[in-house]
């Protein structure tokens, strides 16, 4: 008995001492090796699943660390763990609890999803076990997702306090996610192996750190269910100030995106969106509403298939429409695969005033179009064509069109490139161009290659040139004439021609007139070449244009003889000399010499500047703020004409009748348009208390100052009665000079005046005398106000000069004058006296040089006679 109990015991503890010496080998590295090789043996299955573990380190089962795990299929690996650690809590069996103290990994790296198994193995389902697992402590320093798997390659970092998978199948616990992105996910979820298992997943990211990836800036929060039917999803992202949320849903293989709201800077949209999966296709449908800043409405609505038919593919799209602004919309519907493209699409007719363009409720009509798009990916063919019929001005417009209908259709097929536009007006005429180019274009792969060298053009017109004044922009304007041309363009040569006939432009602000134009112009290889160009001012004399419009330079010369080119209120001129018009197109050189043969100033209907505001009563506080002006650009062009004033420019005012000459200079700068000269007053008055102050000296000065101001500089006119003789002084700008009054011999201001009215001193007038004298003082600080009534006389006879003399002795009769000038430097003045007698006298000058004329005169107050002037300014 005893010693069978004691054979008992040593079989006992030698199975005892099996499991020990198992376990003891085990820790031995032949014993860990090979615990590794089983492991690898029994994880690994078919060609789609091979499994392999690197070395085991440290004490099995409780603490053991192992180099790699590495999971592949026949492609290679797609998923990598390095440096695990795992410490078992053993003692937590005895309670059906496996608790894992701590689990860790350095690295792993997920690069792609892996093969799918063709045909997969029938598992028999498993029964639930109510076996707990406890995980205390998660730590991945470097989870690495591939391109193949994240779109873009990401990395972060995982870290777990707790978590727990508990005895009636329920799972739960938090991940703490760092790296490329910050955020927290909680884990609820229910896993006994039934169709009532389910995962929610509430995940919330608080940063992401992915610049280049370009969503830096996105935070959010989200949660997703998944269970046996399916997944259901609810996405709030905040994309730097941007908000989008929806709610994603995936069941029975159609995934829809609900509730899709989405708030930006540009604007808003909102709608719904659902794709349908199937062995062989996607169904893709779309219906938003977009809304803008500017609060433009968008809708967007579609429906598409992309196909997997025979080894390839193909998108049809069975319909694709954007309707926007209120009114237009296209349309869109087609397929597309490898071998065909075959779209068409259309805009829908629609009023041209509902066009999304700047001024187009101007203007009214009907406007529609069309796209068709065939041939290959490779070599596409492609026309399309706008048509607006019954273009016109609205009712309310400042514009006055007629009804013109006009359009643009262009296609590409064959490797080359063509257009056609045409602008028609039953009464008005037609303008139409062609073009056709080389053009090699592909959609798969994407390229153009225009030959531009090849282009070919063609250009033709007949139309009315009337028909621009009726345009907004032209209404200080006018033009007329009829335009033809037939040019083209081909292989880098031009040629054709256009021409004007009876032409004329007038610009009512500048004053600038032209009359019977008429042009012929030529294309050729070197540019355009002026055959013929010629033109009149509002009167007699000529413009003529020659040169041409070369590619790189411009050679155009402009003669002008006796051309009445400029016809304003304040100025009416006639010109004659040369203007070369010479350097790049764009930036051109002016340069020539112009004489104006005659001009008439009225000086009275120059505007004056505003008078200085004598008060800021209604001034406001807070428009004190100073705001820098709008600083006028530089003219883009050169500029350097010399201007000759001979002796007839004519200026008349309420108190000035004067024949002008002198000399300009008119040169661009930084600043703009500077001119620089000097105009002298060759004869002429000052009409000043009733008196005439005949001009002896002094001048006008143009300094180059921008903006051009004429300055009178001491510009001196005397009035001589026997005992006394009297100077006004004029200086500063010409339409608000300064007044001075001086006498010799040297008196008092009002002592002139005195002796200038009444021919004696202020002592021995009468008190209405001495009212009529403080009237003029008053006029000596005012200015220059009407045309005068001799002015209008002159121009209504057709003189130059017109003027009343009062006689300046008792007895002796008023004359009045009248003189011309014949040309030039040669003047003829006759005058007339006023009493029963009416006697004639004649006066001839001639102007040998600017200082030097020879003078004669006859008549009955004065014996006949020859007479030598010279003039001198200092």
């Not at 080389?438 to 531009?452: A, D």
């Amino acid at each position: 008995m005893t010693r069978t109990f004691f054979n008992i015991l040593r079989f006992g503890l030698v199975i005892l001492l099996i499991p020990v010496l198992l376990l003891a080998w085990v820790q031995t590295p032949w014993g860990k090796a090979m615990v590794s090789e089983k492991l690898t043996a029994s994880l690994s299955g078919s060609a789609h699943l091979k499994v392999r573990i690197g070395k085991i380190s440290g004490w099995i089962p409780g603490n053991i660390s192992i180099d790699f795990i590495e999971v592949a299929d026949a492609e290679g690996a797609w998923l990598t763990f390095r440096n695990l650690h795992c410490r078992w809590m053993i003692r937590d069996l005895v309670r059906k609890r496996v608790r894992l103290a701590e689990l860790s990994a350095d690295e792993i790296i997920w690069s792609r999803f892996p093969e799918s198994e063709k045909k997969r193995r029938q598992l028999a389902r498993a029964a639930f076990h109510s076996m707990e697992f406890w995980l205390d402590d998660l730590t991945v320093t470097s989870l690495k997702l591939g391109k193949r798997v994240a779109g873009v390659p990401l990395e972060y970092t995982v870290n777990s306090g707790g978590l727990a998978y508990l005895a009636d199948g329920t799972l739960t616990g938090r991940l703490a996610v760092g790296g490329d992105a910050e955020g927290l996910v909680d884990l609820d979820a229910v896993l006994r192996g039934g169709p009532e298992d389910r995962l929610v997943l509430d995940a919330e990211v608080e940063k992401m750190h992915r610049p280049a990836f370009g969503m830096d800036s996105l935070s959010g929060k989200g949660e997703v269910i998944l269970d046996a039917a399916g997944v259901d999803a609810q996405l709030e992202l905040d994309l730097g100030g941007d908000r989008l949320s929806t709610r994603l849903r995936y069941r029975g293989h159609k995934l829809d995106l609900e509730q899709i709201q989405y708030d930006g800077k540009e604007g808003s949209l909102q709608g719904d969106s659902s794709l349908m999966f199937s062995n062989r296709n996607i169904a893709v449908t779309l219906d938003t509403v977009f809304v803008d800043v500017q609060t433009n409405r968008y809708d967007l609505k579609g429906a598409a298939r992309v196909l997997r038919e025979n080894k390839t593919w193909a998108v049809e799209v069975d319909s694709a429409e954007i309707r926007g602004w209120d009114s237009v919309a296209v349309k869109l519907a087609g397929r597309v695969d490898p071998a065909a493209v075959n779209l068409s699409g259309i805009l829908e007719e629609m009023p041209f005033s509902g066009l999304p363009v700047s001024g187009s409720s101007n203007f009214q009509g009907r406007v529609s179009g069309s796209v068709r798009i065939t041939g290959t990916l490779e070599d596409p063919k492609i026309s399309a064509g706008i048509d607006v019929v019954g273009f016109s001005s609205s009712e309310d417009a400042l514009d006055e069109l007629p009804e013109l209908d006009f359009s643009i259709h262009c296609g590409l097929a064959g490797g080359e490139l063509s257009a056609e536009t045409s602008v028609t007006n039953g009464a008005e005429g037609h303008v139409q161009a062609e073009l056709r180019m080389p053009f090699v274009f592909s959609l798969v792969p994407f390229r153009y290659s225009p030959l531009v060298n090849e282009l070919d053009m063609r250009v033709t017109a007949d139309m009315d040139l009337g028909l621009i004044n009726r345009m907004a922009a032209f209404q200080n304007q006018y033009l007329a004439g009829r335009v033809e041309a037939e040019l083209s363009y081909s292989s880098g040569v031009p040629s054709g021609f256009l021409r004007i006939r009876d032409g004329a432009y007038e610009h009512y602000d500048w004053g600038l007139v032209i009359q019977q134009f008429n042009a012929d112009l030529k294309a050729t290889e070197e540019g355009v070449v002026v055959e013929q160009v010629s033109a009149s001012g509002s009167g007699a004399g000529s413009v003529k244009v020659n040169g041409g419009w070369y590619w790189s330079r411009l050679g155009l010369g402009l003669d002008f003889s006796n051309a009445w080119i400029i016809r304003r209120d304040e100025v009416e001129a006639q010109v004659s000399g040369h203007l070369a018009i010479e350097g790049h197109p764009l930036y051109p050189d002016i340069s020539g010499n112009l004489t104006i043969n005659r001009a008439d100033i009225l000086l009275d209907n120059i505007t004056p500047d505003p008078p200085p505001l004598l008060t800021d009563y209604d001034a406001s506080v807070t428009n004190r703020t100073v705001v820098a002006g709008v600083r006028k650009k530089a003219p883009r062009f050169g500029l350097d004409v010399v201007i000759d004033i001979p002796d007839e420019v004519f200026v008349n005012a309420s108190m000035i009748e004067a024949v002008l000459g002198g000399r300009l200079h008119v040169t661009d700068s930084p600043k703009g348009i500077s001119v620089k000269g000097e105009i002298t007053p060759r004869r002429g008055f000052v009409s000043f208390i009733g008196k005439k102050f005949r001009f002896t000296e002094g001048e006008i000065v143009l300094d180059g100052s921008v903006p051009t101001m004429a300055i009178m500089d001491n510009l001196t006119a005397e009035y001589a009665r026997r005992d006394v003789t009297a100077r006004l002084v004029l200086n500063g700008p010409v339409n608000n000079p300064r007044f001075q009054l001086e006498s010799d011999p040297a008196m008092p201001e009002d002592e002139v005046l005195s002796h200038v009215l009444f021919n004696r001193d202020s002592s021995s007038i009468s008190p209405w005398q001495a009212y009529q004298i403080a009237a003029a003082a008053r006029q000596l600080s005012g200015g220059l106000n009407g045309p005068g009534f001799m002015y209008q006389i002159r121009q209504a006879v057709g003189i130059d000069t017109l003027e009343w003399r009062e006689a300046e002795v008792a007895g002796e009769s008023s004359s009045v004058a009248a003189g011309k000038y014949i040309t030039s430097g040669l003047y003829i003045e006759v005058n007339r006296s006023l009493d029963a007698q009416q006697q004639t006298g004649v006066a001839v000058e001639l102007e040998v040089t600017r200082h030097f004329s020879v003078e004669t005169y006859t008549g009955p107050e004065m014996r006949a006679g020859i007479g030598v002037n010279w003039r001198l300014d200092y």
